[in-house]
Structure formats: structure tokens, C-alpha cells
């Protein structure tokens, strides 16, 4: 019989789900009864939710994926699949049989996470055996000048956020004339609710090198640099790897391949500020300044890293070129729309059921993503809202879930693209309080440069705040609106410029909640503390005194193994008694 | 007091001379001792001949650089969309009661633990999430809290 293969998904997520004990109890396993199986490591395949997940390859039944697995479970799991039995439990995805999570699978189109998840990322062999470096050596054979025409007729848009042709950019850096210059990955991924570019980076770090590669050869620059949030530990580990092992077979390095060709990479780790993410604040980062946005032109293709020309894209952008060079310009404008052509990584978080990272054409409704690959909502709380383009971008409601993916389409609904974040809310999400939040984040993570950027999101967030604590006034709404407009006006970079997005499209579509919470002094999605009331039901309360015990403004009054009472006039709403209550004797409303 | 900078030496030599090195170099020197001191960040001012209001300037713009001594362990809470919306506040809260701390302080009276908010971890779909030096724990209720300080106090 074939030899059974078992591949434990071991990315940040896997870890943090408790991959780590399934992996080495399989260790163990072999240690006792050697050549059993295969035992390898590979990254993500998307389906967060389910991890620690592991695929069994190589009996009849094919291959057999496994979810939510333990190390008490992964033995006898194991053993069925062995005797050819399809486990009893925990499959959700059997390549012969039907399984929980197939069709999820098969409504996504997956060229830029083609190996993750499928690969060990720190196998550089495994990456050729994929096809891995072939565009490379196809480029290294083509002029510059043909290179970059493939990638302006594919029609691929930079997926770092604002959607600028990749083609038209690499055009500029190439015709810039200079001796040096310098390309850059921007892997900072500061958006909340964003893992795309870690999942690629720790699935698939060879991907990403391979277009760098390519780009340098067609652009003219001889030194990279991939800027790396330092909170991605893993991924940087497996950039590490990836790297040496590429100098060591010439992938990378001097005379790459034997041609005249030569590439120097580095790894630069962030230091924690979301504004450097912006391009030229990126820049000033590398160089070892704070990063504060400069203005442009110049343009970093005319003068970027240490005043040479520099040309800036997304890990996502860069992991698509191997791809397009290998399969051209026409098979991937086949996919996707005709102004947004290829695939979207998008990462599903929040109230959805199948949070994780997914892979679709463009041109797909939002509805689609949601109830087709998402697997529709976690619980039986009906769908509100989804929010794409983190803090740059906005709420899209349950109306305009038709909206297909396409970069002008989402722009039309007031949200944007993104860079692929997409975080579903359910009724029990507050709009004015989601607004409030990303305005915090705005607000502190405003470089202060600009007037309007640094005082102008502290008065909105002050605003906001007071509006969740039930002392808005119904002018605070138009004073929301003149802010954003000054603040879209007066500031330097995107980070001010889309700073207000999430107060403008929650005031479109939720203005009622912005209402309710200033007229009516009340949370509609019960979030807003202040606004809450706090109640003791006499028939569940059973007289413990923890409540009372907790409350830090001594408001809860009764006699032991007696229902209490809260004093409305004095209590603080702080929610304590609720968090004690280990009867749901206490109402929030 | 003298302070000894054998190993600070080890670091400013092997970035001396290079561009854009600021960073990495106080990146490194912070992991020495947890934080960049006064007399440290002066010493590589002097070594690296660059301003110390400049460094200071660099080290004030991220959040990763911190000027006062750290617990021993450090706690992110991660304030991330998704972690939003599952109640990370509840996280907290839950840890800011588990490690008795009061007024706005960060760091723990007995120096074990320091509580910090980061941006996201990007661990979204185990929401909420908080890490603990370099682990990761999702999924968490604040009844979950005490049994993970617990792993980490001893
Ligand atoms: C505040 C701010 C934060 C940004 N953060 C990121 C980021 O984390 N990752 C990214 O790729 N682009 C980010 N961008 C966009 C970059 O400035 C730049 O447009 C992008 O890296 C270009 O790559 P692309 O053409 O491949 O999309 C950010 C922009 C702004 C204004």
C-alpha cells in the first residue's frame, strides 16, 4: 500500500488552535512505531475556524482532512483512515465523499494561496515541485520591456488597498534612469481585522520572493527590502529561511541563474505604527526615521528609498506575478471583471461561521462570499453589516449585499476595497460604537502631521463617544459631517484623507442608530453601557450577594438568600453585576 | 554608578557604518533589558553620533519601544475588528482584575506582568485573542483568564 502521509497545518492560527500538541504527539507516535506514516508541516488553508487541522493523504480514500482535531482524537482518527474507513468524526473536507466543508472549497479560485496550506513553506523543493521559479527562469528569457507588458495586459491592480495598475507603476519605476534603485514589498498589513499577507508570507514565502525576483529584473533594481510588521513572528521565520535557501540554489544573489542579472533582499521589521504602511512613511521607516508621510511627486518611482527611484507593492500584488508570467496575461483576465480582473484574498472574521482566509474572482456579489464560501452567519443573530477596508474603509449593509467584488463597485457603496478584510456584523453589533472604534484607531495612530488629521479625529472621536454614553445632541450629527469633509480635505495621506469613511457610510446606511442613540437615549444592538439598563429578576435571583459584593458604587441592596434590588438612580452601568451573575438573574437592556 | 555596556557594545559594532540602522539597533538593545533607559539610549547617541532627541523622537513614534522597566511577562490584548466585536473589552477588564491593577497602571506591584493593547494579531478568527510573550490564546471568555495568568505565575 501506498505510503500514508500526515500534514499538520502549523501557521499562527494552527498554533494559537493548539497545533503544536497534535504535531508532536505524532511525533511521538512515530518515535514508537517507526515509518508508520509521513509526518510533514505545512501552513493555512483558509479554514481558521476548524483548526488544528491535519490532511491524510494516500490510502484509497484520498485525501481526507480533519478539523478541529486534539491529540487524544488524531490516533484513532488515524487509524480508521489506515483501515480505509472514513474517520467517524471530524472530517470536513474528503476529496471522494461529501463533507461538511467541501462546497466551500469549491466556490473559490485560488492562484495566489494555490500552495498554501498544500506545501511545507519552509521547503523550497517542495516549492519547484509546484511549478516554483519556473516564471523566473521564463522571465530571466524575455526583455524587461516584455515582462512588463504581460503584467500591464493582464490588467492586475495593486492589493495593498488603492487598486493602482501594477503594470503602469513598474512602467514609471523602469523608465526612471538611475543606477541604483530599489524595490520594496510592503508586508506592514496594518489593517485590524486583516491576515492575508501573514498567511501568504508563512504559507508560501517563496511566492512572494519569486515575484520580487522577477519585478527587480524588469524594473532594473539590484536591492529589495520586504517591510514586515514585527507582531508577524512566524512570518518572518519563514522569510528567513526562504531567503537563504533561495541565495543558496541562485535564485537570489549574484548572477542569478548564471545570467548578469543580480538581487539583494532584506527583511526590515516594523516597530508598530499602522501609518507606516503608507508608502512614503514606509520609506522614512527603512531609512530609520520616524514615519511620517512626505508629500508627493516626487513620486517614489522619481525619488523614493534614500532619494532613488523605488518601486512599492503589496505582498499579495507581488505573489501574483510568478503566476500571471507563467500562465499570461489572457488566462488571468479570464477571471474576475473586465476593470478587475484575477482574485481577491479576502480574510472572513468576526460573526461570520467560516472565519478565515479565502480566495474568489473578482466580479463575485458580497453575498455570495458570505453564504457560499463563508458558510453564512455563526449564529441565528441576522446579519447587519460587513466592514471591508478596515479603518480607510466602511460598513456595507444588508441591502446592498449584491454588490459584487470589483474595486469601483465597493467604492460606490462609500466603503473600499481594502485590502481584503472583511469583518461581518450581526445584530449585536452597535454601528455608532464600531464607528467610535475605528475612529479611536484613526485617531491615535495619526502621525499628527496634519492639522485636521491630528485634532480633527480626536473632536469626531469625542463626539462619537459622547453620542455612546447618551449625551449626544442632534447637531452632533452635522458636526460629524463638516469634520469628515475638512479632514478629507486637510490631510497629506490616505490615513487622514479616508479617516472619516466609517462615520460617513455607518451615518448613510444606520443613521436610525445614530437616532436612537441621541433622541432616545438607546443602544438598538444592546452595546452601548450607558445606555443599557441594568434589572434583577426576584424569581432567578437566589439572594448570593456576589452582584452587590461587586458593584463598585454599592448600589445593589438585599438580604442573603433574598432577591436584590439595583438603585436605578445610583448605579454607574458598569455591567459588573451582569459579568457576576452565575444565574442570569440580571437583564441588560 | 557605572553601568556595564559590554553587550551593547556587541550590538552598536555590528551596525555601525550601515544606513538605515537606527531601528533594528534600538529594536535589539530594548530586548537586552526589556526597555531603553535613559543612560542607554545616551550611550548609543554618544557611539552612533546621532542627536538624542532624535532617537528620542524615533522612539517615542512606535509603539514598540518602551522607556520604563517591563513585567516579566507581557500580556497584548488584542484590540483588533473582530476581537472588538467579541467583546475584547471584556478581556480586559477580566485582566486588569486578575492582576489587581489600578488607576491606569500597566505593570504589575511584584514586576511578573505587563498589560498592553496591540493593534491586531491577525488571529481574527479565534477572536478574542490575547498573547502572552510569544503564545497566543483564542477564543476566550473572562473566565478563561485566571487559569491562563495562572500557567505563568510561579
Ligand atoms: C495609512 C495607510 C496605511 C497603509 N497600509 C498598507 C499596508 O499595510 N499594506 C499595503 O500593502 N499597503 C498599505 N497602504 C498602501 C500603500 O501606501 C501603497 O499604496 C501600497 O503598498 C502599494 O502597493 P500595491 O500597488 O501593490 O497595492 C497604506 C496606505 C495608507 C495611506
Known sequence: ?589 | MEQDFGKLDAIISAYRGKKGVLIPLLQEAQNLEGYLSRPVLKYISEKMNVPAAEIYGVVTFYSMFRLVPQGKHIIRVCKGTACHVSDADGIKEALIENLKLEGGQVTTQDMQFTLMEVACLGCCSLAPVIMVDDQTFGKLTPQAIPGILEKFSF
Open chain 1, 1 to 589: 500500500m501506498e505510503q500514508i502521509t500526515v500534514k499538520v497545518g502549523l501557521a499562527s492560527c494552527g498554533i494559537a488552535a493548539g497545533a503544536e500538541d497534535v504535531y508532536h504527539k505524532l511525533e511521538e507516535d512515530l518515535a514508537q512505531n517507526a515509518g508508520a506514516f509521513n509526518l510533514q508541516r505545512t501552513a493555512c488553508i483558509g479554514m481558521c475556524f476548524e483548526e488544528p487541522i491535519v490532511e491524510l493523504h494516500g490510502s484509497n480514500l484520498g485525501v481526507v482532512t480533519l478539523g478541529r482535531v486534539t491529540p487524544e482524537l488524531i490516533g484513532p482518527l488515524l487509524d480508521e483512515y489506515k483501515a480505509g474507513k472514513l474517520p467517524s468524526t471530524n472530517v470536513i473536507l474528503a476529496e471522494q465523499h461529501s463533507a461538511p466543508r467541501n462546497d466551500l472549497l469549491a466556490n473559490q479560485k485560488r492562484i495566489v494561496l494555490q500552495n498554501c496550506g498544500v506545501i511545507d513553506p519552509l521547503s523550497l523543493a517542495d516549492y519547484e515541485a509546484r511549478g516554483g521559479y519556473k516564471a523566473l527562469r521564463k522571465a530571466l528569457a524575455l526583455s524587461r520591456e516584455e515582462i512588463i507588458a504581460e503584467i500591464k495586459d493582464s490588467g492586475l491592480r495593486g492589493r495593498g488597498g488603492a487598486g493602482f495598475s501594477t503594470g503602469l507603476k513598474w512602467t514609471f519605476a523602469a523608465a526612471a534612469k538611475s543606477e541604483k534603485k530599489y524595490i520594496i514589498c510592503n508586508a506592514d498589513e496594518g489593517d485590524p481585522g486583516a491576515f492575508m499577507d501573514r498567511s501568504v508570507l508563512e504559507g508560501d514565502p517563496h511566492k512572494v520572493l519569486e515575484g520580487m525576483i522577477i519585478g527587480a529584473y524588469a524594473m532594473g533594481a539590484d536591492e529589495g527590502y520586504i517591510y514586515c510588521r514585527a507582531e508577524y513572528p512566524l512570518a518572518i521565520a519563514h522569510l528567513k529561511v526562504a531567503i537563504a535557501a533561495a541565495e543558496e540554489k541562485r535564485y537570489l544573489g549574484q548572477n542569478i541563474l548564471g545570467s548578469d542579472f543580480s538581487f539583494e533582499l532584506h527583511i526590515k521589521e516594523g516597530a508598530g505604527a499602522f501609518v507606516c504602511g503608507e508608502e512614503t512613511a514606509l520609506m522614512q521607516s527603512i531609512e530609520g526615521k520616524r514615519g511620517m508621510p512626505i508629500i508627493r511627486p516626487p513620486f517614489p518611482a522619481e525619488s523614493g528609498l534614500w532619494g532613488k527611484p523605488t518601486n512599492i507593492n503589496n505582498v499579495e500584488t507581488w505573489a501574483n506575478i510568478a503566476w500571471i508570467l507563467l500562465n499570461g496575461a489572457a488566462a488571468f483576465r479570464a477571471m474576475g471583471t473586465e476593470k478587475s480582473p484575477g482574485t481577491k484574498v479576502f480574510a472572513l472574521a468576526g460573526k461570520i461561521a467560516g472565519s478565515g482566509l479565502i480566495e474568489v474572482p473578482m466580479g463575485i456579489p458580497i453575498r455570495d462570499i458570505i453564504y457560499k464560501v463563508g458558510g453564512g452567519m455563526k449564529t441565528e443573530k441576522p446579519f447587519k453589516a460587513v466592514q471591508m477596508g478596515g479603518p480607510s474603509g466602511g460598513c456595507i449593509p444588508a441591502e446592498l449585499l449584491d454588490t459584487i467584488v470589483d474595486y469601483d463597485s465597493i467604492t460606490a457603496t462609500g466603503a473600499i476595497m481594502g485590502s481584503g478584510g472583511m469583518v461581518v456584523m450581526d445584530s449585536g453589533t452597535c454601528m455608532v460604537d464600531v464607528a467610535r472604534y475605528f475612529l479611536n484607531f484613526t485617531q491615535n495612530e495619526s502621525c499628527g502631521k496634519c492639522t485636521f488629521c491630528r485634532v480633527g479625529t480626536r473632536r469626531m472621536l469625542e463626539i462619537l463617544t459622547r453620542i455612546t454614553e447618551g449625551k449626544g445632541e442632534l447637531d452632533d450629527i452635522g458636526k460629524l459631517e463638516a469634520l469628515a469633509t475638512n479632514i478629507i480635505k486637510g490631510s497629506l495621506c490616505g490615513l487622514g484623507q479616508t479617516a472619516p469613511n466609517p462615520v460617513l457610510t455607518t451615518l448613510r446606511y444606520f443613521k436610525h442608530e445614530y437616532l436612537a442613540h441621541i433622541e432616545e437615549k438607546r443602544c438598538p444592538a444592546g452595546v452601548c453601557s450607558a445606555l443599557l439598563k441594568f434589572e434583577i429578576k426576584p424569581d432567578k435571583c437566589i439572594g448570593c450577594t456576589a452582584c452587590a459584593r461587586k458593584c463598585p458604587v454599592n448600589c445593589i441592596s438585599g438580604t442573603v438568600k433574598q432577591p436584590h434590588v439595583i438603585d436605578q438612580s445610583k448605579c454607574i452601568k458598569c455591567g459588573a453585576c451582569f459579568k457576576t451573575c452565575k444565574f442570569d438573574a440580571i437583564t441588560k437592556a
